[in-house]
């Protein structure tokens, strides 16, 4: 293999490998799996979100109590920026976060994480952050949700839940049986 493409495959990991550390993130504050997403900071971070500027594990007890104040949360990351530079990287990724209340209206966040990367004993984490809050909004309840049958029948288990317990960690993830 000659070096320029050994170099480019060495950058693709690279984007790869802090691509998975984002959704680690993610699926660790919409599961409350602490561990997954403190795994994705070295112990040095400091995190400027918002309302909150501190270390990481100060950053997840607060979302911990933030969470609570919903039914189920959802970080979904968009679109990502990547400045490779050797074992720093500085980043760009754009989120939209949804809080689902026990009732309407429900909350929607959007922004952008601005991260520093680094990749310390061959691994990437997150060096420093600073979110930037684009937009906040309530959202109400779509009446045609409203108006359709509920997804899980009376004495279904709903599947989603906020923590190891919830489908996504089952191998294999085990769906209902159809209805007739």
Do not use: K
């Not at 690279?14 to 795994?39: E, F, K, P, T």
């Not at 809050?133 to 309840?141: A, F, G, I, K």
């Amino acid at each position: 293999m000659d070096a320029t493409l050994e170099t480019r495959l060495r950058e693709m990991i690279d984007r790869q490998d802090i691509w998975n550390v984002l959704l680690r993130y993610a699926r660790g504050l919409d599961r409350m799996d602490r561990n997954l997403a403190r795994s994705c900071y070295f112990d040095d971070a400091i995190e400027d979100h918002g309302r909150f500027v501190g270390s990481p594990d100060g950053f997840l007890e607060w979302t911990d109590r933030v969470a609570l104040m919903y039914r189920s949360t959802q970080h979904s990351l968009t679109n990502h920026w990547c400045d490779l530079q050797g074992d720093d990287a500085w980043c760009e990724t754009y989120y939209v976060f949804i809080g689902v209340s026990e009732t309407p209206p429900h909350f929607l966040s959007s922004g952008r994480y601005i991260d520093h990367f680094q990749r310390r004993a061959g691994e990437w984490r997150i060096a420093n952050r600073v979110v930037i809050v684009e937009s906040t909004c309530d959202l109400p309840e779509n009446a045609a949700s409203v108006a359709l049958p509920p997804a899980y029948a009376p004495g279904e288990i709903y599947p989603a839940t906020r923590d190891r317990n919830d489908v996504s960690y089952h191998r294999p993830p085990v769906p209902r049986a159809p209805r007739a």
